[in-house]
């Protein structure tokens, strides 16, 4: 008997010990399985809380220049930007330039653009580049965001002026681009005309190469300073970047508004002196059918983040709001023209 009723308290005491652990592991595995959904739960808090501007953004496509120009640079680094900060995601691509990029818009191949605030002026009124194309007018400013300066660059140490390229080799910028048109006007100031060099029409790689090559004597390049191409060709020739006159600038300027008097200091490329020249403004634009969201959230994204991007490249430190809005001769996007308004800036819209 005494056996009998130590063996049942043995297997009281045995399910008693096997119930335990099942529930010690039942609780664990429910610990662990809470403790995976709170992670989760606080990710996508945090993730939310990241982003900022409007809520629906959707994706874009920013076409922006040649991947040795700072529109492509400069462009990366704003699209990631953007696409970081808030719901509209941004992807910044290769390009032709200023008039390629209007005719992708209009094509429907993007939704964003950088333009020279010239070019953008001639495809809205549908003069000069877009004379026999016809105007181009369904897109919107978004933000002038810096200065593209006017650069005459040569390896010659006998060209010191605009009047000694007077038979020379000159690349003046891919045919019907709006470096060529820069080009074209700067002659003109100076009594040149494109019969009095011997041209070609390359981008601003190329023509850098064909300058390391010897290939030509001079190049014309409208892009912000420092650019890569010529910063690349600084490494193994001595530039000399030509200066404009006050006299000439003031007659460029007086026949071409859309020029402003700029200088490029010296360390932008290590010359021994800054350089005089003009400049026109780089400006971002964007379809008329892009939403009112996607727009605020690329302004968002730029000039919330401003910082940051000026870490990650030097054009940041030009990233102005007063500047941004100071477009006149293309009505602004109304995503753009909410952000302005938030800020106490009003803009013109169509």
Known sequence: MKKKLALALSIVMAC?????????TSQQTSTADDAADQAVESTAADSNVKKGGMEGGTSLSFTTGGDQGTYYGFGGVLAGKVSEATSTSVAAITSGGSQANIEALDAGDAELAFVQSDVMSYAYDGTRLFEEIGKMDGFSTVAALYMEQLQIVTVDPSIKSVEDLKGKNVSIGAAGSGTYFNALDVLEAYGLTEADINPTYQSFGDSAEALQDGKIDAAFIVAGAPTTAVTSLATSKE???????DEHIASLIEESPFYSENTIPADAYGTAEDIKTV?????????????????????????????????????GEELDLEFASSVTSVPYHAGAAKYFEEKGITVQTK
């Open 16 to 24: 008693g010990m096997a119930l335990a652990g099942c529930n010690s």
């Open 239 to 245: 530039i000399n970047i030509l200066s404009l006159d």
């Open 279 to 315: 400049a026109v403004g780089a400006v971002v634009i964007a379809r008329d059918d892009v939403s009112e969201a996607d727009v605020y959230n690329f302004m968002y994204g730029v000039f919330e983040n401003i910082d940051a991007i000026k870490e990650a490249h030097a054009k």
